[in-house]
């Protein structure tokens, strides 16, 4: 097994990866900005080096500094967490040319996933369901046009260098398509360097329903059950969920075998996610892979009773999946809330100091967060403070047990979303499982 790994990372992912290691008897080495020296991951890794100065692009997303601190610690492997350097082909590729293992897929998979086009086709090879759209990417306006008109209206343009929201404008008549078109051009190419788009139906009221994956080496490729995401707000996830009340077993299957055969397809290994958006007749279409470990990784670990970061790391040495397909037990429900520090009505962060910082215990509770009293937020990273996860034998269970470990939950000093989640998790419809990635708006305007 490696002796050491260094963290590319901050904040409560960094701390959850250096929890992992220590119980593999592996050392750690953490990497921080001026901004994060007093940081709990710099705390408890073996080793730390500071990056540079406070800002991602000086620090966490510095490639050079993070090299030269793995070649002084003699780091043999880099974990990079989710988010900074995770979804870097070029970051990865530099981790092997440089001998050092990247914890995660081959950079062939993370550029191939990356361009949304590509992987749209990719899952279509792979026998995937894919929405109605164009095939691959459109450049010219009337060509556009004429697609959309045979799709039928509404229709979705994206940037196939886009991804989690950025670079999309829904066109809802033929009127509004040339200047959507031309404007999702625009902005794409503002934003990537890449004006590349590609149409697709739009779905109006779809749920957010992902598989995890995990694949090794060897070839072998599992799924572990899906997580509902729905409930989110201008593309950030505020509640996760394992599983989801609208996926039966047999649906669990189907969708988790079409998302093994994507990974079968590109050769993948580590951690992946296939999220799909599924239609209010429960059919479900490809939307895009994610290559990394993801935020809400711990509901699928809860319900799963799998450690999916230690896995990572013994994939990323090269040895076999711990587990076969038909080990694979989903039991009970798993809830989590992402705590952040922001103003829940203007949605603007909140820095400052965490005056009170009292989080909830007790049987079923888990809170990953690497904040504690008297730590003082700072204001150049997400506004994520703590990830709130519950497990209980039954959906309305942890839905009680959410509710009773949020009115423990006592942060004082900035504002959080604790209120919003607790006035979500008494919301009948949430209770009941009817929900959209349009609950927040419904749920924000009583008129609709
Ligand atoms: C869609 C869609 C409806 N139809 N594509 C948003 C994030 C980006 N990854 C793709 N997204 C969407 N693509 C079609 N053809 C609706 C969304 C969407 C959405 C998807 C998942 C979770 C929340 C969302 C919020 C708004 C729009």
Do not use: W
Not at 70 to 96: K, M, Q, R, V, W
Not at 121 to 147: F, N, Q, R
């Amino acid at each position: 097994m490696f002796k050491k790994i260094l963290i590319a990372n901050r904040g409560e992912i960094a701390l959850r990866i250096i929890r992992a290691c220590k119980e593999m008897n592996i050392k750690t080495v953490a990497v921080h900005s001026t901004a994060d020296a007093d940081s709990l991951h710099v705390r408890f890794a073996d080793e730390s080096v500071c990056i540079g100065p406070p800002k991602s692009a000086d620090s966490y997303l510095n490639v050079p500094s993070i090299i030269s601190a793995a070649e002084i610690t003699d780091a043999e492997a880099i974990h990079p967490g989710y988010g900074f350097l995770a979804e870097n082909s070029s970051f990865a590729e530099i981790c092997g040319s440089t001998g050092i293992r990247f914890i995660g897929p081959s950079p062939e998979s993370i550029k191939l996933m990356g361009d949304k086009a590509k992987a749209r086709e990719t899952a279509k090879k792979a026998g995937v369901p894919v929405l109605p759209g164009s095939d691959g990417i459109v450049t010219e306006e009337s060509s556009a046009l004429e697609i959309a008109r045979e799709l039928g209206f509404p229709v979705i343009v994206k940037a196939a260098a886009g991804g989690g929201g950025k670079g999309m404008r829904v066109v809802m008549d033929e009127v509004e398509f040339a200047n959507a078109f031309v404007m999702a051009q625009t902005e794409a190419l503002a934003a990537f360097s890449n004006a590349d788009v590609y149409i697709e139906k739009y779905i109006l009221q779809p749920r957010h329903i992902e598989i995890q994956l995990m694949a090794d080496e060897k070839g072998n490729a599992v799924y572990l059950g899906e997580r509902e995401c729905s409930i989110q707000r201008r593309h950030q996830k505020l509640i996760e969920e394992a599983p989801s009340v609208i996926v039966d077993e047999r649906l669990r299957k189907e969708m988790g075998e079409m998302a093994v055969a994507i990974a079968k397809t590109v050769k993948y290994r580590n951690a992946g996610t296939i999220e799909f958006l599924m239609d209010e007749d429960k059919k479900y279409y490809f939307m895009e892979m994610n290559t990394r470990i993801q935020v809400e990784h711990p509901v699928t670990e809860m319900v799963t009773g799998l450690d999916l970061v230690k896995e990572q790391i013994r994939v990323a040495f090269g040895m076999p999946l711990s587990f076969t397909q038909d080990q694979i037990k989903i039991t009970g429900h798993s809830i989590e809330c992402r705590i952040n520090a922001e103003d829940p009505e203007k949605f603007t962060p909140s820095p400052g100091t965490l005056t009170t910082f009292n989080p909830p215990g007790g049987l079923g509770v888990r809170v990953e967060t690497a904040a504690y009293n008297r730590y003082v937020i700072p204001p150049y990273y997400d506004s994520m403070i703590a990830k709130l996860i519950v497990h209980a034998a039954t959906r309305d269970e942890a839905i009680m047990r959410m509710q009773r470990a949020l009115d423990e939950f006592i942060i004082e000093g900035v504002k959080t979303t604790i209120p919003m989640h607790k006035k979500i998790l008494s919301d009948p419809d949430f209770q009941k499982g009817n929900i959209s990635t349009k609950f927040m708006e419904r749920y924000s305007n009583p008129a609709k």
